[in-house]
């Protein structure tokens, strides 16, 4: 009988350091924020600034809205693993894998009457302390762009992240002035796309952009998004004919002549294609 209880008792060992493992697996787990700075240069981008030298017109141009959606955000050990964010769900910012930035205040030039603003993405990941390196996703996946925006919850209920000509969201609304044009428009998202809500919708791009970062450490670092980059191979004083270019600015068009030059900002194409990422427009501080 002794025999029995002792061979019992063996049994149960392996049971509990694995129970105890998962205990350990599960402290190890810390809270990570990746901060983004967007930034002209060196200086901060403010609701209020006047940013000279801008493009190939050297031209000034003002803020008046920035918002993004990025998803999929993973830490990069310096062996190569990767661990995707959990991110936090807060109820505004935050859900799934998603996550909404808005860096616009809604003060000055920035007349939105938005006055949150979100700089971070804040999530939990294994403890580590060689993190360098940082990846994510910019936009919507193609299976959540085309929801309901009117009945969906936060962060996909934003109503000026939806693009209801196109039938899904923006992925990135960046609005500036410039001094000949009043607004000199970037919305980034699916293009070509046909479609119903109920139905379902086809793209000609989806305009999945991946950004990959190098030297990014959790604890030191943020991700620097800068327009002197972004607008560096624009005319942001170039008015439209109204025959080959229609509107000021891009909105992911295909045929737009200002697309390439702000798609290859993100490693895209202009028909929505992967391509090698500049360092110009994103990059780490």
Not at 23 to 39: A, H, I, L, M
Not at 113 to 126: D, F, I, L, N, Y
Not at 132 to 141: D, I, Y
Not at 181 to 189: A, D, L, Q, V
């Amino acid at each position: 009988m002794n025999v029995v209880r002792k061979l019992a008792s063996w049994a149960l060992v392996p049971a509990l350091l694995l129970l105890q493992g998962c205990g350990d697996d599960e402290k190890s787990d810390k809270t990570y924020t990746v901060r983004f700075s967007p930034q002209v240069r060196q200086e901060a981008l403010t609701c209020g600034g006047s940013y000279p030298d801008i493009g190939t017109s050297r031209g000034v141009i003002e803020l008046l809205d920035f918002k993004m959606y990025l998803r999929d955000v993973t830490l990069v050990r310096a062996n190569g693993e990767r661990h995707a964010l959990k991110l936090a769900q807060d109820g505004t910012w935050q859900r799934d894998a998603i996550a909404l930035l808005d860096f616009e205040d809604g003060t000055g030039t920035c007349a939105t009457g938005s006055p949150e603003v979100r700089r971070e993405v804040v999530g939990t990941a294994p403890e580590h302390d060689d993190y360098t390196g940082l990846e994510f996703k910019v936009g919507l996946p193609p299976e959540k762009n085309h929801l309901d925006a009117e009945a969906e919850r936060a962060p996909l209920n934003v109503a000026p992240m939806w693009w209801s000509w196109q039938g899904g969201y923006k992925f990135v609304a960046l609005d500036v002035r410039s001094r000949a044009n009043e607004s000199f428009y970037f919305h980034m998202g699916a293009s070509g796309c046909r479609g119903s809500v109920p139905d379902g919708f086809t793209c000609a791009a989806d305009n999945q952009a991946t950004i990959t970062l190098a030297g990014f450490d959790p604890e030191a670092n943020q991700v620097v998004l800068d327009l002197a980059g972004l607008y560096s191979e624009l005319d942001v004083n170039r008015v439209p004919d109204g025959t080959t270019d229609m509107m000021p600015g891009c909105m992911s068009g295909a045929t737009d002549p200002e697309c390439p030059g702000f798609l290859s900002q993100f490693g895209l194409t202009a028909d929505g294609r992967p391509k090698a990422l500049p360092t110009t427009f994103f990059r780490v501080r």
